[in-house]
Every structure is written in C-alpha cells, then in structure tokens.
C-alpha cells in the first residue's frame, strides 16, 4: 500500500459525558476515494471537523503528507490542500456559477480581500474557474446566478468551488444529501471521474453511491471505527451488518 496522504492516530473527542470520536486511527492513500460510512449519531461529521480543522481534537494526531496538522486551523490546512464540502450548501445565492468559483481561486491563491474587486473580472481567475465548472459538467452553465440553479446544480458548484482550491485531498459531507435520482446518477458519474485524480474522503448516506465509488470503506459505530476494507470486506462483515439492523435506508444488503 503506498504511503498514507492522511493518517489518524487514536484521535477522541467528548462533549461533556459523550464520547464522539472514540480512539479513531486509520490512512487514506492517494488517488483513492475513502467512504466512511456509520448509523446515524456515529460522529461521521465530528471526525470530518476535526480533519479540517472546524473542531480541536481532545487527543490524538492529524497527519498530513507526512506532517503533523493536529494544532493548525482550518485556513492554514487548507493553504495545505484540504478542501472540504458540507451537508448543507454554502454558495452565494446572488453571484454567478463562475463568481462563485472564481472567489474560491483567489482565495486559494492568498489574495486579500481588504480592497475587493470582481474576482469574476480577472481572466486569470477566470480560466481556472471555468475548469473547474467544467469538471463538475456546469460549463454551460458559468453565467446563471446559483440562487436560480437546482439542488443538484448547486451541489455540483459546490464541487466546483473545492477543487477550485487545487485541493490535495476533498473532505466530503453527504454530497449527495437532498439530491433526486437523477441528481444523484449524475453526482457518482461526477466524482467518479475525479478518482485517481483526487484523494477523496467520504461521508454518505446513500450505500448504493457509496458502494459504486469507495476503493474503501471505514465504518464508525459510536465514534469508533469497527472496520475497513474494500467493499466486498465490508459488505460480508457480521459486525458491519449488525450495526445497520433495522436502519433500512442503510442495510447492506439491500444495495445492488
């Protein structure tokens, strides 16, 4: 296996009596696309706090590339590469597509915004920009105001807008969340076109997306890992199953 982009070592997190991430160790590769999947209330955005820097660990490492992030805040990790989505959307309703992304390049390349222009303006931004609403299918779409594009759009700009960070690894949390079937069909067809390229982390609901994209999967069960594997490991793992009985929207066996 080649050596870990990111490793997590024994990391625990309590608020007050409850033990939210429970002594979690595990290496994500690079290139390869990592689901960490769990029951509801496992602590699946906890741990994806604590890797990007929104919540302090209360023990325990964060390496990255081989160095020790544990105490730097969120900005400094991602001047470092770490680029994350949330379950809710967070694009500026009132901007473009390629504002929107432009904003995320020129803030990725350190600019100030203490005299802010346009970053739509610059062709510098621009170009990037549009790589990267092309990369998520939203080319044709740079000129709409995100207010006015459907959840799935917004989803797919929200995409857009980390990897216009020239992001080394993307931390994502359930991008798939309020998505139709047909937004969902074509957000795997998105990501998977990412792998290889990327080093992903993903959390998701959605077991039939998380089995058509994860080289491997890590399962959290009341803020511990009880196993990772690939996802034929992890499908036939009683432990796995015996954690998602009687959650029927995750049975494992249920997903094609």
């Known amino acids: ?7 997590l070592r024994n990391l625990r997190k309590r608020f007050g ?8 160790s595990l290496d994500v590769t690079p290139g390869e696309i990592h689901a960490i999947i769990g029951p509801n209330g496992a602590g699946k955005t906890t741990l994806i706090n604590e890797i990007s820097g929104v919540l302090p660990v209360d023990a325990g490492q964060v390496f990255f590339a081989g160095r020790d992030i544990t105490a730097l805040p969120l900005h400094r990790r991602a001047r470092l590469g770490l680029a994350r989505s949330f379950q809710i959307t967070s694009v500026i ?8 992304t432009a904003l995320a390049v020129q803030a990725g390349a350190g600019s100030s915004f203490r005299f802010f222009r346009p970053a739509s303006t610059e062709q510098r931004l621009n170009q990037a920009a549009m790589a990267a609403l092309e990369a998520v299918g939203l080319g044709a779409r740079a000129q709409v105001p995100a207010g006015a594009m459907s959840h799935g759009e917004k989803r797919q700009l929200e995409l857009a807008i980390a990897l216009a960070t020239e992001p080394r690894l993307l931390l994502l ?3 798939l969340a309020g998505a139709g079937p047909e937004e969902t069909e074509r957000l795997i067809g998105i990501l998977r076109s990412l792998r290889g390229r990327y080093t992903i982390v993903l959390v ?10 994860a080289d ?27 954690a998602y009985l009687g ?3 995750m049975t494992l066996d249920h997903v094609p």
């Open 173 to 175: 949390d359930e991008p």
């Open 1 to 7: 296996m080649a050596e870990a982009l990111l490793s």
């Open 216 to 242: 491997r999967i890590s399962v959290l069960v009341y803020g511990r890992v009880i196993a990772t594997g690939a996802t034929e490991e992890i499908r036939a793992n009683p432990e796995v199953k015996a």
């Open 204 to 213: 998701e609901h959605d077991m039939q997306a998380v089995f058509a994209l």
């Open 17 to 24: 009596g409850l033990a939210v991430t429970d002594d979690v």
């Open 93 to 100: 309703p009132a901007f473009t597509a390629l504002e929107n």
């Open 247 to 249: 959650e029927d929207e």
